[in-house]
């Protein structure tokens, strides 16, 4: 018996060696095969859509009378300016989140005072708590300073987040003390060190809180159904609950708007998921 000859069957390729790959690939197709099954029917007329369950087959996923119809007449109604006042209310908290998360971050980060950790605890204990169990009393609380149907109340409830908080937080307890004190013999001001210093190198950081920023406001519906009541306000999830009508439902409009509504999110995330599990790595250095 020979070195080589052994090397030779070490070598060789066997089926266990593949099993997780199979199994990755086996579970992603489970997972994307409703996703397809709602980009079929948003192409299909409503009448059809459940109709292409009775015969499983390959038509069910790809569908052999494809039209636009369906995502032409939707944005002819409000939903158009449902999914702009989405954006909108969706990149302003972003930016104003980032401000104030970073800003808070800066401050449980660098400067230490009495009460750091019960203030850190505290934030740590807000994002635990489901935000539904406390948006009936603050949309009470808003109504009385006359914030309901505008823009500021459907954006102020989304700017602080604990979470956002505790990931810019953790990143910069990585930099490095001994840079802050020699910014600070330079002769920085302290916001100089938090805008030259702690930003420019907190980028994952930043994009990671504001993902969560962005995904906390996207996904939200139990706070716009309660504030945007009027329809030039209504955000993108609560005009696609007002699609499904009392009597008869458009399964293809229903199909096409939430396909519109999923896009939107998953090219951002696609985009910047790099970034954002570098922030979530980064979180646990101190």
Known sequence: MTTPHRSTVRGRPTPARHMPAIAAVVIG???????????AGSLRPGSQVLGSLDE???????????????YATLFQGDFGRA?????????????????????AAFG??????????????????SFMIPFDAIA????????????????????????????AIFLLRQFFLAVPRELVEAARIDGLSWWDVFTRIHLPLSRPALIGAGLTLFTFQWQAYMWPLLIGTE???????????????QMVVDYGQVFAAAVVLTVIPLVVLLRLQRHFTQSIASSGLK
């Open 83 to 103: 999914v702009l006042n989405s954006v909108l209310v969706a990149a302003v908290t972003v930016a104003l989140g980032l401000l104030v998360s970073a800003s």
């Open 136 to 163: 009936i009393p603050l949309s009470s609380l808003f109504r009385d300073w006359n914030l309901q149907n505008t823009y500021a109340g459907l954006i102020l409830p989304g700017i602080g987040n604990g979470l």
């Open 108 to 125: 449980l980060s660098v400067f230490e005072f009495r009460g750091r950790g019960l203030v850190f605890a505290v934030i740590l204990l």
């Open 29 to 39: 197709v489970l997972f994307a095969l409703p996703l397809l099954w709602v980009l």
């Open 231 to 245: 329809p030039a306000k209504q955000l993108g999830p609560i005009a696609l609950g007002t699609l499904q009508g």
């Open 56 to 70: 499983l087959s390959w038509r069910s996923l790809i569908p052999t009378d494809a039209t636009l119809h369906n």
